[in-house]
């Protein structure tokens, strides 16, 4: 594949480790982080839908975004993992588009919905008397459907601008998935347009994004500092730390990861700030988002509650039924072993009612 005159048809991904052992050892890691994410947002999409108190705008982005989160984790982590055990790194043209595509719809719906969450954040705390007016369910549903559709055409872009490219220099792709900056180093052709529209797209859409998140966190902090209530303070800050973190870890390792020049020898560095923005920021949300917030750690006890008084009331139920049964059974039995002996003793007797047992 090393002969440019040669057109590239697969790809070959980076693996873990040349040694079986740690291979493993590491796709074992990757493995457990990626049920520890479908779990936690699993246990978050099951308690927003069947508690009611919290069908609120706050908790409905919460649950968009750990749908997506489970999404976004299932495009790259399950591949990798197989890969590794079955120590197969060979990915067809289809499927590097494939995952190119929905590697970058998911990372943009998701920058678009944190920053539907912070303004979600920033109407709450500084304009809570327009909140039911500006956050109704209406305007929560429009910018859902919205980041979805904009997020197909933004990926359908990157995707289609990147396979326009002709790869006929290698196919050793230097990273544990397919991505754009990895296959424009490949290419034979002009990546110039590449290049501008990444820097465009970085800057433009998702810098915008980030500038507002930035903006609306200012004018709450700034407003949290007015409360007069040390608590109120307290309880307001807790909702908005862990949300600046996640963006911050996954803007920052997005943006090195997209805008960093492409030196060869930083292919370790890129592979850690990739693993950094396609799975942390999903194995995060659970925790930082959730696990910690009163609220759902009160409607999950509840759940749990209610499912165990449901086995409860199940067993006891059984029970009853098998002991009536049971009781049953013994009554049907001793009659008919009077019967029997009935029959045995007096030859006239009338034997057909044994029949009715």
């Known amino acids: 594949m090393g002969n440019?005159?040669?057109?590239?048809?697969?790809?070959?991904?980076?693996?873990?480790?040349?040694?079986?052992?740690l291979r493993v050892l590491l796709s074992m890691s990757y493995l457990l982080m990626y049920l520890a994410t479908l779990l936690g947002n699993l246990i978050i999409i099951t308690v927003t839908t069947i508690d009611r108190n919290l069908h609120t705008p706050m908790y409905f982005f919460l649950r968009n975004l750990s749908i997506l989160d489970m999404c976004y984790i299932s495009v790259t982590v399950p591949n990798i993992c197989v890969n590794s055990f079955i120590n197969n790194r060979i990915i067809s043209m289809a499927g590097c588009v494939i995952q190119i595509f929905l590697v970058i719809y998911c990372a943009f719906v998701e920058t678009l919905f944190l920053t539907i969450m912070a303004r979600?954040?920033?109407?709450?705390?500084?304009?809570p008397l327009h909140y039911p007016v500006i956050m109704n369910h209406k305007f929560c549903v429009q910018t859902t459907l919205a980041s979805i559709l904009i997020g197909i055409i933004y990926a359908a872009i990157h995707t289609g601008n990147t396979f326009r490219l002709s790869f006929c220099q290698s196919n050793m792709v230097p990273q544990f998935f397919c991505d754009i900056p990895s296959l424009l180093r490949l290419s034979c052709s002009d990546t110039f347009s590449n290049k501008v529209l990444i820097f465009i797209s970085v800057f433009g859409a998702v810098g915008g994004c980030f500038i507002f998140i930035v903006m609306s966190y200012v004018r709450i902090f700034s407003t949290v500092l007015k409360f007069p209530v040390k608590e109120e303070r307290g309880k307001a800050f807790s909702t908005c730390v862990p949300h600046i973190l996640v963006v911050s870890v996954f803007f920052s390792c997005g943006a090195v990861v997209y805008l960093r020049p492409p030196v060869n020898s930083e292919m370790i560095q890129g592979i850690i700030l990739s693993v950094c923005y396609t799975i942390i920021p999903p194995f995060l949300n659970p925790l930082i988002?959730?696990?910690?917030?009163?609220?759902i750690q009160q409607a999950f006890r509840k759940i749990i509650l209610r499912i165990s008084i449901i086995f409860k009331n199940e067993a006891e139920t059984m029970t009853m039924q098998f002991l009536h049964l049971r009781k049953l059974s013994e009554a049907k039995i001793k009659i008919l072993f009077e019967h029997l002996f009935a029959y045995f003793s007096t030859p006239k007797y009338n034997y057909a009612c044994i029949f009715h047992y």
């Open 120 to 127: 979600e954040r920033y109407v709450a705390i500084c304009q």
């Open 289 to 295: 988002y959730s696990l910690r917030n009163k609220q």
């Open 4 to 21: 440019t005159s040669m057109v590239v048809t697969v790809f070959l991904l980076e693996g873990f480790a040349e040694v079986w052992e």
